[in-house]
């Protein structure tokens, strides 16, 4: 089955800065790759995803890359603010959408004001 | 409602206890799954519900655990026997359908077995 690592666990930048998150998988029929963000006491809310046949995807100050021969798939966030603070997962699946996704086990992101 | 609704936010039991959570989908949703979220852990996939097709019950970790989802709505997971390992978040998510990006995930039943 799909396996999904996940790195750094924790991730401490100052205001302003930018942040990056990696994730590896290892099932080459994975094509699809979301990133859903976890508020404290919240459940996690999906901030974006990237199909197999595109190699970048930007939404404002969130942009995800995909590497597909290396197998990873990274997260980026500019100009980083109080309110990023959260835990991000990565995942993967093979299947056209959400069904049998695989999640990392989290990066709790803190941002220094 | 507006969202996925779980019911109760927090459960505390005793060990060998019986407990049932609860979810309410996004109305419309066809797709509706249970997650486990224990501390520092990912998310652990437990059932998955589609239509009124058989679920897939790949992730449930024992036979303790069962899930059922009525009128292709309202789905409930059951763990019996509980033991502290059962400790935990469940998470309960719907989406259109299994094809849909997108999941929509509920705030999650916090599980403390004593």
């Known amino acids: 089955g799909e396996n999904v690592e996940q790195h750094p666990s924790t991730l401490s930048v100052q205001e302003g800065d930018s942040a990056v998150i990696k994730c590896t998988y290892s099932?080459?029929?994975?094509?699809?790759f979301p990133w859903y963000k976890q508020e404290l006491g919240k459940g996690p809310q999906l901030i974006i995803d990237?199909?197999?046949?595109?190699g970048e995807k930007k939404d404002q100050r969130i942009a995800v890359t995909l590497n597909k021969t290396a197998k990873h798939f990274s997260l980026h966030i500019t100009e980083t603010q109080p309110e990023d603070s959260a835990v991000y997962f990565c995942?993967?699946?093979?299947?056209?959408?959400?069904?049998?996704?695989?999640f990392g086990k989290g990066t709790k992101l803190s941002v220094i004001p | 409602g507006a969202g996925v609704s779980q019911s109760p936010s927090n459960k505390v039991t005793e060990k060998g206890k019986d407990v049932e959570l609860r979810c309410d989908p996004i109305?419309?949703?066809?797709?509706l799954y249970w997650y486990r979220q224990s501390l520092g852990q990912g998310l652990e996939f437990l059932i998955y519900?589609?239509?009124?097709?058989?679920?897939?019950k790949s992730g449930l970790p024992s036979d303790r655990f069962s899930a059922e989802r009525t009128g292709g709505s309202v789905s409930t997971l059951t763990i019996q026997r509980t033991q502290q390992e059962d400790s935990a978040v469940y998470l309960c998510?719907?989406?259109?359908?299994?094809?849909?990006?997108?999941?929509?995930f509920g705030e999650g039943s916090r599980l403390t077995v004593l």
């Open positions: 109305s419309g949703h066809t797709a």
């Open positions: 990237i199909r197999s046949n595109v």
């Open positions: 998510a719907s989406s259109l359908n299994r094809n849909t990006g997108e999941l929509f």
């Open positions: 099932d080459s029929a994975s094509n699809y």
């Open positions: 995942a993967a699946s093979s299947g056209a959408g959400s069904y049998q996704l695989t």
């Open positions: 519900f589609q239509g009124n097709s058989a679920p897939d």
